[in-house]
């Protein structure tokens, strides 16, 4: 993963917030955890071949991280 590959999932979230209404928008904190959350996914799936084009292909994955990392937080 390289610099150009951080800026794009920090750009997927950033637009994925702003489907959000305002009352459901991530924090910055869920933000960013999301954006680890992306990235990480990303990473351990290289090891089976799998792209950004691949995740494009099946599900919004930016604007699902968003709502894991809410999930999680609502749970607490």
Not at 21 to 35: E, G, I, L, S, V
Not at 50 to 63: C, G, L, N, S, W
């Amino acid at each position: 993963m390289n610099q150009n590959d951080l800026n794009e999932i920090a750009s997927r979230i950033a637009f994925a917030a702003m489907e959000f209404t305002p009352d459901h928008r991530p924090t910055p904190a869920q933000a960013a955890d999301a954006a680890a959350l992306l990235r990480d996914m990303i990473q351990a799936s290289e090891r089976h071949g799998v792209t950004f084009e691949d995740f494009d292909a099946v599900a919004h994955f930016a604007r699902q991280a968003i709502q894991l990392v809410q999930s999680r937080d609502e749970s607490r």
